[in-house]
């Protein structure tokens, strides 16, 4: 298996980065599932360059579990971007992951996330910066190009490998597509066959089941591959790519309630208040917040089993710590699996899908 930097990973099974899912608490415990790396969700080059107290709390992970530490930064600015990696290692980051695929506008038009993709040589600068300012390994995650007409990832590949990337993600849909139609696995096989074993290629995109990990890593030859939507509230997918068991009803309520203790912890530590509140006000606030952000994932680990519309409903009432914790008992541990559940709908936010 084809090491990434420094780091001989432990299997080829990675968490993709997911804007608001791969905080700290679901890392944590996907790693501990069995998932060799991690990385955050994308971070502001620019928060960090500027030293934004909001963006620096993104930075936050869980040194015992999160080895190695993988950072993701978006930006176009290739100084902005050098500087905001040192800060990140500054902070304990292993590995710098740099976005070239998100979609969204707003990154787009300051010529980050997959406006990279319209500049490889730039693309490249980046990685040569970076790795000069850090000595860090080096990776990007990127799409199949920016729309049809231009599919320029083997370019993009020339350029990053030129630069010494130390593994290369591709997503293999065109920013065009956003996540529309289905992810175009031959991109990934061609991708492999073009860098050979100069360095690894993660192959990443609609990987739900063990089965499609193993013909993803047959049929395309990829090194790792990445999970992202499929390990929505199935974190024990890791454990099954391992040859695990499926979660039973006890470690499911056990694991849920678990992400949900984390979840409001990790807020409360996060949040930056702009009012002048008394501290009950503040943690009342702080719980409210935390439980309606976790409603999704609720939602996610409701999947499959029966009577998943029911509580999906209820959980879009709930307010409060103690609410959840009786729903979450009460729920996970009486659901069967619902054999005649549809295919698994995401409930993903698009607009908030980073990648
Ligand atoms: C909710 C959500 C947030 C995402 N945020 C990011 C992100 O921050 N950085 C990134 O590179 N990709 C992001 N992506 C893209 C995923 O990493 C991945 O490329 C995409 O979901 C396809 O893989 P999948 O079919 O396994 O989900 C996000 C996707 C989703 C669904």
Redesign the pocket.
Known sequence: MLPIGPYALKNRFIL??????SEMPFRTIAFEQGAALCPT??VSAQGLFRINTRTLRYLRFNAKVERPYSL?IFGGEPEVMAQAAVIGKQHGAQIIDL?M??PVKKVTKSGAGSALMCDPPRAGLLVKLIREATGLPVTA?IRSGWDSTNRNFLEMADALGKEGVAALAV?PRTRAQGYSGK?DWSVIASLKRHVGNAFPIIG????KTVEDATRMLETTGCDYV?????ALGNPWLFRELLGGPKPTREERATLVLRHFREHLAFVAHERVSREKLSPEEEAQRAERAAVHNFRKHLAWYAHGLAGASHFRNLVNRLDTKAEVESAVEQFFLGAERDVHAPPEEYD?DYR????
């Open positions: 993709a980065p997911m804007a608001g899912v969700e994308l993701q976005n695929g998100c995650k997503h992810a990443n995109g609609d990987v990445m999970i992202g939507r499929g993903v908030t899908a980073l990648g």
